[in-house]
């Protein structure tokens, strides 16, 4: 079942957009990462085609910076997960009983991937979790309490993805449970809170997948809660601690950019019919500049492209580029002037305020008469007081190198 | 944002070159400040990987943990950064002077205070982490540690707490004391890379700042987390690491077994710090650079006056320490000492902020920007003017002053303002209108009759007013901590039973 309907026409025009440029695959993170910046057309169009855009990124000549995680942080990541389901699952079993009053003791944990022998592929593990799923919903008494890799469909952008929550939890007072285990660390009862909020939102994404999948079954999709088990280290220790979240906020984010991924028909009918990603070099640039960007500084750790898209919002304009490439807090103190070179020109009183600007206008240049009176006169490219320092003598890094060890 | 500090970005991305954002500085900078540069293997909790640390630029100290996850090389790591560190943070605690106090004990405080700097605020982070994961080790019983190491926990612990206080200066992140003295055209968020932060403040020479500044990016991170893709180089170092020690082990099996590295252990250690040393070093040299281009500007006026703050905080600090009753801080502070902690953190806002306005004209034009304050030319003094207030039956004197300014403040008669220029003086507003204000003189005078001679400012005198003036209470007396209100938990129960006992001691438990 296609659910994201990118039908006819407009699939036509995302596949010529995308020529033969690599599709991604999605998963949790890059479907919790759609939800960032969703003014943005190029972004919307580019996620829509299903494009790679790191490959996108390097044709451009920005290449995104590294965005693997450390081999260290997924190597610890595993071995903490192992942990927690080993044993038929003993700490999860104990950790469920102490946060959704779980029976610890009933039904088995089922591994969808290692059920039987071989590697199941992926539409096999596809089918165990939605037997699971039926047979817990329905509350069958020998369904398993705890699932393993569970595999769950997801239609982004007309294209099938396939998601792998770390657990679930299937018999609680008749609902199910996504489980979210992350090894990071909650010290003292408070954790990380870029981490958790990350953490929330993969968990929600789960949570979206897994309701459309009770759904399609013909099930009541609040079989599937929308609080979410998130399992921890506790302290310094590799000792899982389990807490309870509520991902409703996040689920309805997720949910409405999903179904905008499917609203690109408008954002097409302003591109040129012929217009296609897939050229080289310089024609990718022009390609790409013909869907207009929304770059914000936030951009940088959400999207592959924000190197491109900030080079470009700082070169447009006469001086120095768009107000948003300095942060929203700028752009909220120029009352929606847009353009730097503008607003210094108002600032310094060589460009007439124009209909709707006056107020904006004569803060600026009560704000500039202040700096002026302060610091003199701001000549283009005056240095800031201070930084006419000798450089440094010291001897160079290579004669540092011996670098003592330990006191002494 | 103010428009003042929004003007300061714009012309720093029009020109390429970064702007001021304060005309002084604003923070204490020692003669001899510590720096430290640490970085943590990703995916832990708290595993220390490296630090360089020194108070001579010359001469960083590289101390590297070649495997992280082993609990004994941690702690170890620890200890050994303890004999760094210690001799530094304990130094200034000899020499002190006694300070009087109103209606209390007098008491001594240090001369002068260590000073940490790291590069980010990632480093704040760092040294909290490290006091929580080392102040509750035992150095007696089954996993005993080095002295060092609980003692070193208690500092850090006290360093990261008092860097929570506004206007503190014990630990410092140099991107912080970068962004406070000058603007860049980039957002808030990339001045966070102190490389390329500095390279807007500090191009290379005939560089503009944005330039630089795109050049360096990507490059070694300033940490604590490490880069992912250096840690794609790291892996094979530290499986090679433990591969040398496995083998030398097994050599040594039927001898006496060995803990210390033979020369392949050694070697595979060497490559680790090798790559750590080349990673972590432009940072050690960045810091170090924003140390020299901070020392060039000159101190705000009312910098020493927070950084006795500081020392006072030191002394007692070691003044604790030194009590053989005294215990490390609380993994959680209890209700009393956290409203007290609070109370403190929110007086010493208040100063800073009204401070930090009055030393610097840059900053206060922002505030007369938002119409609260303003600087005219005194244009008018009724110096013999007396009224008896509501209640009184003797009249005072209160000169009345009328000043002409270009400024706009927002200001309601009965406003109470104080003078930059003259620390003093205390006034009210009487009436103000576009571009004139009248003031009424009510304080700073002298207690007699007439004003004090030279109390009353003369015609032709320009001053700046503001009503941004810091309140220097005194706190409110805690309860102790055993009459803890009942709506605040009631008294806490006794203190934790000492670390043995300790479910999250992870010297429990093995580290994979």
Not at chain 1, 170 to 195: H, M, N, Q, T, W
Request: hydrophobic share 40%; net charge negative; charged share 25%.
């Amino acid at each position: 079942m296609r659910t994201t309907g990118t039908t006819g026409a407009i699939a036509g025009r995302l596949e010529q957009l995308r020529g033969t440029l690599p599709t991604r695959n999605h998963n949790a993170r890059t479907v919790a990462a759609l939800a960032a910046n969703p003014g943005c057309a190029r972004r919307g169009v580019l996620d829509a085609a299903g494009i790679e855009k790191t490959v996108l990124a390097d044709r451009l000549g920005f290449p995104a910076r590294y965005g693997g995680r450390s081999p260290f942080a997924i190597g610890r990541g595993n071995v903490f997960e192992a942990r927690v389901k080993a044993d038929g699952g003993t700490e999860l079993r104990r950790l469920l009983a102490e946060t959704l009053g779980a029976n610890p003791d009933a039904g088995a944990l089922v591994d969808v991937e290692h059920e039987s022998a071989g590697r199941p592929s992926r539409e096999e593990r596809v089918a165990r979790t939605r037997d699971a799923l039926a047979r817990a919903a329905r509350g069958e008494p020998d369904a398993c309490a705890i699932l393993d890799h569970p595999l769950l469909p997801l239609d982004v952008a007309g294209r099938r993805a396939y998601l792998e929550p770390d657990a679930m939890a299937c018999r609680v007072a008749g609902r199910l449970y996504v489980v979210e285990i992350k090894s990071f660390a909650i010290i003292d009862g408070s954790a990380d809170p870029g981490k958790l909020a990350s953490a929330t939102r993969q968990a929600a994404v789960y949570v979206h997948a897994l309701r459309r999948l009770a759904a399609e079954l013909g099930l009541d999709p609040d079989v599937v809660a929308t609080d979410i088990v998130l399992v921890c280290a506790q302290d310094f220790s590799n000792r899982p601690v389990a807490v309870v979240l509520d991902v409703r906020r996040e689920l309805a984010t997720t949910r409405r950019r999903l179904e905008r991924l499917s609203g690109v028909e408008e954002l097409l009918g302003e591109l040129p019919d012929t217009l296609t990603f897939d050229v080289d070099g310089d024609l990718a640039g022009e390609a790409v500049a013909r869907v207009p960007a929304a770059y914000v500084p936030d951009c940088l750790s959400a999207c592959e492209l924000a190197l491109f898209c900030r080079d470009e919002a700082r070169g447009c304009g006469p001086g120095g580029g768009s107000v948003g490439t300095l942060g929203t807090s700028v752009r909220g103190a120029l009352g929606g002037i847009e353009d730097i070179g503008d607003a210094l020109a108002l600032a310094d009183g060589t460009r007439a305020a124009r209909p709707g600007e006056e107020d904006v206008a004569r803060l600026l240049r009560r704000a500039q008469a202040l700096r002026t009176e302060v610091l003199g006169a701001e000549m283009p490219g005056s240095q800031a007081p201070g930084i006419a320092l000798p450089r440094p003598v010291g001897p160079p890094a290579a004669s540092r190198a011996e670098l003592s060890g330990g006191v002494g | 944002m103010s428009a003042i500090a929004a003007l300061g970005r714009l012309r720093a991305a029009a020109t390429g070159a970064a702007q001021p954002a304060a005309t002084v500085r604003h923070r204490h900078l020692s003669a001899r400040p510590l720096v430290l540069v640490p970085y943590v293997l990703a995916g832990e909790a708290f595993a220390p990987l490296a630090v360089l640390v020194g108070t001579d630029r010359d001469r960083p100290h590289l101390l590297a943990v070649p495997q992280p996850r082993d609990r004994d090389r941690r702690f170890a790591h620890a200890a050994e950064l303890g004999r760094l560190l210690l001799p530094y943070l304990g130094a200034f605690a000899a020499e002190t002077e006694t300070i009087e106090r109103r209606g209390d004990d007098p008491y001594e405080r240090s001369l002068d205070a260590p000073q940490v700097l790291v590069p980010t605020a990632g480093g704040v982070e760092y040294l909290r982490l490290l006091g929580r994961s080392t102040r509750f080790r035992r150095t007696d019983g089954e996993f005993a540690v080095a002295e060092e190491v609980p003692l070193l926990g208690r500092w850090s612990t006290w360093l990261a707490d008092r860097a929570g206080v506004p206007g503190s200066s014990v630990l410092l992140a140099m991107t912080d004391l970068l962004t406070q003295a000058w603007v860049t055209g980039q957002s808030a968020l990339e001045d966070g890379d102190l490389a390329a932060l500095l390279a807007w403040i500090d191009p290379p020479a005939g560089q503009r700042g944005d330039r630089a500044a795109r050049a360096v990016e990507g490059g070694p991170t300033a940490g604590p987390a490490t880069d992912p893709a250096f840690d794609e180089r790291l892996v094979p170092l530290i499986a090679a690491f433990d591969e040398a020690v496995a083998a030398e082990r097994a050599e040594a099996a039927g001898a006496e077994a060995r803990t210390d590295l033979g020369p392949r252990g050694r070697d595979a250690e060497q490559a680790i710090r090798d790559a750590l040393a080349a990673e972590l070093m432009p940072t050690w040299d960045r810091v170090w650079r924003g140390v020299e281009l901070l020392g060039a500007l000159p101190a705000g006026g009312s910098v020493a006056g927070r950084w006795e703050a500081d020392r006072a905080s030191y002394s007692f600090f070691a003044a604790d320490l030194a009590d053989p009753e005294s215990r490390p801080q609380p993994r959680v502070p209890g209700a009393v000492s956290a409203a007290a902690q609070l109370a403190t953190r929110e007086r010493a806002q208040a100063r800073l902020d009204a401070e930090q306005v009055r030393d610097d004209p840059l900053l206060m034009a922002a505030v007369r920007l938002a119409g609260e304050a303003f600087r005219g030319g005194l244009i008018a003094v009724d110096a013999e003017r007396m009224v008896a207030e509501p209640g009184k039956k003797t009249a005072r004197p209160r000169p009345m002053l009328t000043f002409a300014t270009d400024d706009e403040p927002l200001f309601g008669p009965g406003t109470d303002l104080a003078c930059v220029e003259r620390p003093d003086a205390k006034a009210r507003v009487l009436e103000a209108e576009p571009g004139r204000v009248v003031l009424e003189l009510r304080g700073g005078m002298g207690g007699g009759k007439a004003p004090k001679p030279g109390s009353v400012p003369e015609v032709g005198e320009v001053l700046c007013w503001t009503s941004l003036i810091a309140e220097f209470r005194r706190g409110p007396d805690w309860p102790a901590v055993e009459d803890t209100p009942w709506t605040h938990g009631g008294p806490p129960p006794e203190p934790e039973p000492e670390v043995a006992s300790d479910p999250d001691d992870d010297a429990l438990e093995e580290w994979s």
